[in-house]
């Protein structure tokens, strides 16, 4: 056997290898599944909301070194949407799995634009060699709030003008009864 022959069978052998480790991990992974606790969210700018998912392992094997990542998303290409802004909590490394068991979590978000938002979970291995399996899209509708009373805002914006407004007037009766001849 030559030496470029030796080399070609070493590199089939190594390909081999390495589909076979895929195709080993694609089938532990292929019983996870993850599902959310409702397909839908209404809610208004600025507020909380918590969203539910599970992670079921219905595979053979223990689904290990697993991470579940949340996703968002704006269905409208006009709207920036920074994830890091609506939760601080965004990746979960996951304990292992056992086979027929499941994980539940609970993530926490803060609407920080108005209109239709996506919101997703990914669960990938850590290695990151498979595709994701990812929940259903929830549908996140966001109204715009708007309020006269932002944090309490409006009695200091119309009472500290009306009160200087009613000293200057005070000031200004003043002197005049100062000035008028008795």
Known sequence: MSRRQ???????????????????????????????????????????????????????????????????????????????????????????IP??????LTWNLQAVNSGSIGVFVAVLPKSGALRPVTSPTVDVSIARRQTLNSGGILPLALGIPAGLGTLAIGIRLARRRRLQPA
């Open 6 to 96: 030796l080399v070609s069978a070493l590199l089939v052998a190594v390909a081999v290898l390495a589909f076979a480790r895929v195709a080993l991990a694609a089938e532990s992974q292929s019983g996870i599944t993850v599902t959310v606790d409702r397909a839908a969210i209404s809610t208004e700018l600025g507020r909380k909301f918590v969203l539910r998912t599970t992670i079921s392992n219905r595979g053979s094997a223990v689904a290990e070194n697993m991470v579940a990542h949340l996703n968002v998303l704006s269905f409208r290409s006009d709207v920036y949407v920074d994830p890091e802004d609506w939760s601080s909590s965004r990746t979960r490394y996951l304990q292992p």
């Open 99 to 104: 086979a027929g068991g499941s994980v539940a």
